[in-house]
């Protein structure tokens, strides 16, 4: 990826971050070249659930993103937003946990700017794990949470 293309990617991961889904669809899509790219298939998993409803091919595209880079955050944030949008909160918050728990890679300058970009996307997580809501614990744990008492 040169240095044209990777600016391209990301501004478009930038507008993907910030909600327009679908200008980052046409945009990943036009990019043919890049989807070799862990980071952009993963973001085109992401756009093409929230855009097409495709979820098999959106959760397919963000496993072989994490099988490539299992280090990179953006990987689990995009499957775990696919997963809420399939409303599997369970698949969904184990992705974003996943997320959270793997460390920048790498060492010297490199590591340096893939650290502020784990942060990011690690405050991504965060944003999107207190969207879904923190259920305190229940007050009585002997009953199933779909009892009355335990709502």
Request: net charge positive; aromatic share 6%.
């Amino acid at each position: 990826m040169d240095v044209n293309q990777s600016a391209a990617v990301r501004k478009t991961i930038a507008v993907i971050d910030w909600g327009d889904t679908l200008h980052g669809l046409m945009t990943l899509e036009g990019e043919r070249t890049l989807h070799e790219v862990p980071v952009v298939r993963s973001y085109l998993g992401y756009c093409v659930a929230k855009e097409r409803r495709q979820y098999r091919q959106a959760i397919a595209l963000c496993e072989s993103a994490i099988k490539a880079e299992p280090h990179n955050a953006a990987h689990y944030l995009n499957l775990g937003r696919t997963y809420l949008l399939t409303r599997q909160k369970a698949k969904a918050l184990e992705a974003f946990r996943k997320g959270l728990s793997k460390d920048a890679a790498a060492g010297g300058f490199e590591a340096a700017k893939s650290a502020e970009l784990q942060a990011k996307q690690q405050a991504l997580i965060l944003a999107e794990l207190r969207r879904m809501g923190i259920r305190k614990r229940a007050p009585f744990p002997s009953l199933p949470r779909s009892h009355p008492v335990n709502r």
